[in-house]
């Protein structure tokens, strides 16, 4: 299965048990998508997540708080 079929076979099964999926305004597909492509390691990539795989790398044990960290950073220096 190619990645974004993944991806998307993913989102159906989680829309099946998370209330707000279909609104328009949720952050819970941005969150997803960062979650995949960011934190969640990919068996077809020899267990690098695909920002790995193309050369990203984030450090630390808690992703999610690096991601948050970098992206506050980025925000100030803008």
């Given at each position: 299965m190619g990645g974004m079929e993944r991806f998307n076979g993913e989102i159906?099964?989680?829309e099946k048990t998370m209330?707000?999926?279909k609104k328009n305004?949720?952050?819970?597909l941005a969150g997803y998508q960062i979650f995949h492509n960011y934190i969640r390691?990919?068996?077809?990539?020899?267990?690098?997540?695909?920002a790995e795989a193309c050369g990203i790398v984030v450090q630390g044990k808690n992703k999610w708080l690096t991601l948050i960290q970098n992206?506050?950073?980025?925000?100030?220096?803008?």
């Open positions: 159906r099964d989680r209330r707000g999926l305004e949720t952050p819970i390691e990919h068996e077809g990539l020899g267990g690098k997540t695909p992206a506050e950073t980025t925000r100030k220096k803008e």
